[in-house]
């Protein structure tokens, strides 16, 4: 499985009511066909039993294409399965507990919006994802976005990988990359698509020559 958050480049979300009435499974597989290397499992309105009865369905489709599935904060599944790991949100269990109840081989994401959230992450998370950086609907119970300067101040103090999300695009996918981080977080962009696997190897062609070129030692701007 892919557990190197700095080389995922693309994060896919989960929300099954914008799946335009497909079925979850169906938009993860055509995401994964499309170059996705990381799910996480996202769908709070779900009771556990039922989030428990989704992901077994997800795991052999994710793990089929090498992938890897996180679930979102629900660290029970994490255990009770063999997911690859959890995300965490500010309201979750903390990331050192977690890391004590998970152990060393599992993925912890982490949710921040602020630089001191981001580096309280270092304690136990391997990546955080940070935002909303832009306008998006799903994300503005977060409040204002955070923006690309709020990027490139928790880039400069943060050493893990950083994942960008909120309203992100292919077209301004490399601005976020440019602004320090390593990957973009996206819902809609791909659950919501016509084409998912379309979406996906879109905004990859948009992250991964961005990469390249900090690679090369551009600095961020």
């Keep these: 499985m892919n557990y190197e958050p700095s080389s995922w480049g693309l994060y896919v979300v989960t929300d099954r009511s914008l799946t335009k009435g497909r079925p979850l499974e169906e938009v993860v597989d055509?995401?994964?066909?499309?170059?996705?290397?990381?799910?996480?499992?996202?769908?709070?309105?779900?009771?556990?039993?039922?989030?428990?009865e989704?992901?077994?369905?997800?795991l052999p489709i994710v793990h089929s294409r090498r992938a890897a599935l996180l679930v979102n904060d629900r660290i029970d599944l994490a255990l009770a399965l063999p997911i690859d790991g959890v995300h965490l949100a500010q309201t979750s269990l903390p990331?050192?507990?977690?890391?004590?109840?998970?152990?060393?081989?599992?993925?912890?994401?982490?949710?921040c919006h602020t630089v001191q959230e981001a580096i309280e992450a270092h304690n136990g998370a391997d990546f955080i994802v940070l935002g909303p950086l832009f306008f998006t609907p799903s994300k503005a119970a977060y409040g204002s976005p955070a923006g690309l300067e709020r990027?490139?101040?928790?880039?400069r103090h943060v050493r893990l990988p950083i994942l960008g999300i909120g309203g992100i695009t292919a077209s301004n996918a490399p601005e976020v990359i440019a602004a320090g981080a390593d990957g973009v977080a996206v819902i809609s962009a791909v659950m919501a698509a016509d084409d998912p696997a379309g979406a996906v190897r879109g905004m990859l062609h948009a992250v991964k020559p961005a990469l390249a070129t900090r690679a090369r030692g551009v600095e961020p701007l």
């Design 54 to 58: 989704l992901a077994q369905r997800l």
């Design 151 to 155: 990027l490139r101040e928790v880039r």
């Design 30 to 52: 055509a995401a994964l066909q499309g170059g996705a290397n990381a799910i996480q499992l996202r769908e709070k309105d779900l009771s556990a039993r039922a989030l428990y």
């Design 95 to 111: 990331p050192p507990e977690t890391r004590d109840l998970l152990g060393p081989g599992r993925l912890i994401g982490f949710s």
